[in-house]
């Protein structure tokens, strides 16, 4: 008879610990509330050309434009929002550098008080509040200039997130 011949051992490698995918917080989706591009002149924007200025849709944006020194001109689409994220591109066409522009929030109809968030084409910023008595800048002593503002009539991506009580 033949003998079989005794297994053998063969030399291999340690298992190793794979790395595992550690779980991950998932991201809650953004969710729009709102949004226009200015395309339809119907979207809910007022409509107003009077001798101290504009406040209407024109060449594919909304136009404002003050034609009166220290006048304040404001709109608002009609929307209400507890808690919001707003953006908007804004660039001035033309005029002084020395002027304020931005978005609102927490406004209401029935006094006209809102927060402003605002930039001027001379780089500055500042966040102003509305009242019955007037409008006054947060921090009290002026705008205060950025370099992360874009200024002349470059294009700015202006955000601002209102969150939580007034």
Same mark, same amino acid.
């Given at each position: 008879p033949t003998s079989v011949p005794a297994p053998t051992a063969v030399p291999t490698e340690p298992p190793t610990d794979a790395p595992t995918a550690e779980p991950t917080a998932t991201e809650e989706p953004e969710i729009v509330l709102y949004a226009d591009d200015f395309s339809?002149?119907?979207? =809910?924007?007022e409509h107003y050309r009077a001798f101290d200025g504009v406040l209407d849709y024109e060449d594919g944006g909304y136009?404002?434009?003050?034609?009166?020194? @220290?006048? $304040?001109f404001w709109v608002n689409a009609g929307q209400d929002f507890a808690d919001a994220?707003?953006?908007?591109? @804004? @660039?001035? $066409?033309?005029?002084p550098d020395a002027n304020r522009f931005g978005v609102l929030c927490r406004y209401d109809d029935a006094?006209?008080?809102?927060?402003?968030f605002l930039i001027g084409s001379d =780089?500055?910023?500042?966040?102003?509040?509305?009242t019955m008595g007037g409008t006054t800048l947060l921090k009290g002593d002026g705008m205060k200039p950025s370099d992360v503002i874009n200024q002349g009539m470059a294009?700015?991506?202006i955000r @601002?997130?209102?969150v939580g009580s007034v």
């Open positions: 339809d002149p119907d979207s =809910g924007w136009r404002m434009w003050v034609n009166v020194d @220290a006048n $304040l994220r707003i953006e908007v591109d @804004a @660039a001035k $066409l033309d005029g006094s006209f008080a809102f927060y402003a =780089g500055t910023y500042g966040i102003a509040k509305r294009t700015n991506h @601002a997130d209102c």
